[in-house]
């Protein structure tokens, strides 16, 4: 007979503890332990095995895979996702409430249903007249369509075995269940739960899932942070409240590249993928201003060409100067400072210093340093950069610029979008065939080889 106990489970990190404890040893987090029954088995003396074991056999013999992949009409989506949904794959959709995760699922789900595919779409948030009004708005009515709003696994399951769609999303994981635990949906544990028996069904009859998620203020999936290693591709949704831009970012994908990116344009009829980011980021930028510096970035197989805006202006609180970034990395932010200072001999201890990247978006690669460093500089004198000069380049705490990857991709889409001059690490000189027609290769050492090719 199965034996009851009870635990305490930390909705923040899932340690496990027989004692309720007001701090979470494992994550420090302060009041996050829940109580939760849980149920164990009996030990039984002839207790056997009800499968049978597995086979060993050499890799080389071991039967190769086809990736059956089905597109979603959204080409921004099937570029995160490395091609399209392949069979029995579960897909995991992140990002803050309202930030689009069901509109573009929706919209998704309406194109595969006009094609024929039949698709089941169960939500334990909404109700199957909201969910038509957004359909209606979006385009995405279909007789394949099919809606259900459910939230006990169990029926759920019992709904895809009867309908046997092509396609099954789930909206959103904190709101199922599963009998097989007393606790409320949304804890750590009826999540994990919940998330592992759709594994397993799905894996059994290739059924492609989307599993839609929640992120809490510390960025990461609500509750269980753990679920991310039991499905196959995990993705986020990104971008700021004000504006309309929208990123898709692959943070783990079993079928694909990571992390790859997809760019959104939030409109009235919903999400609409943008074709060349690089152009659209670049729309409103300023003429003939001082802090503004262009950077060449590489998200996934994608370069991005962003705008770096800095601000420096004297502080009005002695010796507390503010250091704010948007976008960018606050502690790499702090360190090209110092940097600049130690190396360059920049009067920056009074001074407030703000680094934005325009248009919303979030990049931490070290490629963007030596923009960063441009851009400060630039707005510290009051000189205006060429406005046609792209850099590139990680600066190392000597004040060297250091190489960075695929060069060659960064330097024809800066070329393809009209700028004449890209300054490069020197080190980039052993790399043969660089593309350097109609676009002027500039190499620099350090961050004084810099300076004097933008301000002198």
Known sequence: MAKTTTIFICQECGHQIPKWMGKCPECMAWNS????ASRQPSPSRNSK???????????????????????????????????????????????????????????SMGHLARLGKKVLYVSGEESGSQIKLRAERLEALSENLLVCSEICIEDIIQWVEKVEPDVLVLD????????????????????REVAFKIFQFIKQRGLPTLLIGHI???????????????????VYFEGERGHAYRALRATKNRFGPTPEIGVF????????????????????????????????TL??????????????????????PRRMA???????????????????????????IFVN??????????????????????????????????LVGEVGLTGEVRTVMQLDGRIVEARRLGFKRCIIPYSAKKIKNLPDKDIELLFVKNLAELFEHLFE
């Open 33 to 36: 332990f829940v109580e939760e």
């Open 49 to 107: 095995r009800s499968t049978n074991p597995s086979v060993l056999i050499p890799i080389t013999e071991v039967q190769s895979i086809v990736e059956n992949r089905l597109t979603t009409g959204i080409g921004e989506f099937d570029r995160v996702l490395g091609g399209g949904m392949v069979e029995g794959s579960l897909i995991l959709i992140g990002g803050e409430p309202g930030i689009g995760k069901s509109t573009l699922t929706l919209q």
């Open 172 to 191: 959103s994981v904190q709101t199922f269940f599963t009998s097989d635990l007393q606790s409320a949906p949304g804890s750590i544990g009826q999540v």
């Open 216 to 234: 809490n203020k510390d960025g990461a999936i609500a509750g269980p942070k753990s679920l991310e290693h039991i499905v196959d591709t995990v």
């Open 265 to 296: 344009q939030m409109a009235p009829e919903g999400l609409v993928p943008v074709e060349n980011p690089s152009e659209w980021f670049l729309s409103e930028r300023p003429e003939n201003s001082s802090g503004s510096a262009i950077a060449a």
């Open 299 to 320: 998200e996934g197989s994608r370069t991005l060409l962003v705008e770096v805006q800095a601000l420096v202006s004297t502080s009005s609180s002695i010796g507390m």
């Open 326 to 352: 948007t976008g960018f990395d606050h502690n790499r932010m702090s360190l090209l400072i110092a940097i600049i200072e130690k190396r360059m001999e920049f009067q920056l201890q009074g001074e407030d």
């Open 357 to 390: 990247l325009a248009g919303g978006i979030k990049i931490t690669e070290p490629a963007l340093d030596l923009a960063v460093v441009a851009a400060i500089a630039g707005s510290f004198r009051d000189r205006v950069i060429d406005p046609l000069t792209v």
